[in-house]
């Protein structure tokens, strides 16, 4: 996925992983759940967080966060969560297949540090994250 809203410094594509429920293109569009890592995981390790996703007939996205796994963004940059964020949603708005109306962000072991990265970037960006708690 293309890093739209990098700082020069950052790498220019950001790595996912995409699940779509096998009645994805039948269907579409269908609600999305963005799972976000924690420090010092990876994509792989929140494989099981897809199969949760997908038995909700949702499409699951696994996003690392700044400091875990091949996230582009700067850990140590207050905004680049906020960059890799709108990135995120300019790619999914172009797809045709996510139905922004019902965005859920989870962060499975979501403790300190990542509750306040959830909060931050649900209220930073109201107008995208309308929620929707099935997964």
């Known amino acids: 996925m293309p890093h739209t809203h990098r700082k020069d410094q950052e790498e220019s594509e950001i790595?996912?992983?995409?699940?779509?429920p096998t009645t994805a293109l039948r269907q579409a569009p269908l609600p999305v759940t963005v799972v976000c890592t924690e420090a010092e995981q990876s994509r792989a390790d929140y494989s099981w967080a897809?199969?949760?996703?997908l038995r909700k007939?949702?499409?699951?996205?696994i996003l690392e966060t700044?400091?875990?796994g091949d996230s582009p963004a700067e850990a140590q940059d207050a905004e680049s969560?906020?960059?890799l964020w709108e990135s995120l949603v300019t790619w999914l708005e172009t797809q045709g297949i996510f139905d922004?109306?019902?965005l859920t962000v989870w962060w499975p072991e979501?403790?300190?540090a990542g509750c306040l990265e959830a909060v931050s970037c649900n209220h930073g960006s109201a107008s995208w994250w309308t929620g929707d708690s099935d997964c």
């Not at 007939?57 to 996205?61: A, Y």
Request: proline fraction near 7%; charge should be positive; include cysteine.
């Open 15 to 20: 790595p996912v992983y995409i699940r779509l």
């Open 50 to 53: 897809l199969h949760e996703c």
């Open 57 to 61: 007939g949702r499409i699951g996205v």
């Open 66 to 68: 700044p400091g875990s």
């Open 81 to 83: 969560l906020a960059r």
């Open 100 to 102: 922004l109306d019902r």
């Open 110 to 112: 979501a403790r300190d």
